[in-house]
């Protein structure tokens, strides 16, 4: 069992939007704006794709957004694209003793 | 820019003692970055290792501190893992992973992966 939680799946259509939760705890996602996110595309290493809560590498699109409400943090895909079907992970930072938890992965499927 | 390449054993036996090593290139270990290993068992998702500083400063996933080394060899640009007395749950894809923002806050750069197989 991860110490985040995710929906084992979502989907969306060419062009919509699709939001990828991540329920925590104080200690962790509520406790600290170092959430990030993470593409990996099957038999491929993972991708930073947000970090910092809400901030993108260069190179992400902009179609990437992330947010964070109490112990929930959001990943947003806008204008969804073939490519952008893969599996998604958060990551948050969680103290000086667990110091780093993923949460079990979303697979995201483009209908 | 940055790449890292897992290396080691594809198996191991029961028991014994599962050695990595990562090796950094096109930047210099010794920059203000701290260096992960990252794990991801087949069908599973990730979990994070441990991680090492330059300096030999390390810190480890709790549930797996008992059985987890990770080190340094600044002379040759890499970082290693070893990870004691596995069993079959220990069978896994193993990253290594360069972490951003000055301490275990994100992970920027990522090797590709190296598959172990734990078994007799």
């Known amino acids: 069992q991860s110490a985040l939680t995710q929906p084992r799946s979502v989907s969306g259509s060419p062009g919509q939007s699709v939001t990828i939760s991540c329920t925590g705890t104080s200690s962790d996602v509520g406790g600290y704006n170092y959430v990030s996110w993470y593409q990996q595309h099957p038999g491929k290493a993972p991708k930073l794709m947000i970090y910092?809560?809400?901030k993108r590498p260069s190179g992400v699109p902009d179609r990437f957004s992330g947010s964070k409400s109490g112990n929930t943090a959001s990943l947003t895909i806008s204008g969804l694209q073939a490519e952008d079907e893969a599996d998604y992970y958060c990551?948050?930072?969680?103290?000086?003793?667990?110091?780093?938890?993923f949460g079990g992965g979303t697979k995201l499927t483009v209908l | 820019q940055v790449q890292l390449q897992e290396s080691g054993p594809g198996l191991v036996k029961p028991s014994g003692t599962l050695s990595l090593t990562c090796a950094v290139s096109g930047g210099s270990i010794s920059s203000s970055n701290w260096w992960s290993w990252v794990r991801q068992p087949p069908g599973k998702g990730l979990e994070w290792i441990g991680e090492i500083y330059h300096s030999g400063s390390t810190n480890y996933n709790p549930s797996l501190k008992s059985r987890v080394t990770i080190s340094v060899d600044k002379s040759k640009n890499q970082f290693s893992l070893k990870l004691s007395s596995v069993t079959a749950a220990d069978t896994a894809v193993y990253y290594c992973?360069?972490?951003?923002?000055?301490?275990?806050?994100?992970?920027?750069?990522w090797g590709k992966g190296t598959t172990v197989t734990v078994s007799s």
């Open positions: 992973a360069r972490e951003g923002g000055g301490g275990p806050y994100y992970m920027d750069v």
């Open positions: 910092d809560v809400s």
């Open positions: 990551c948050s930072y969680a103290g000086s003793y667990t110091l780093v938890v």
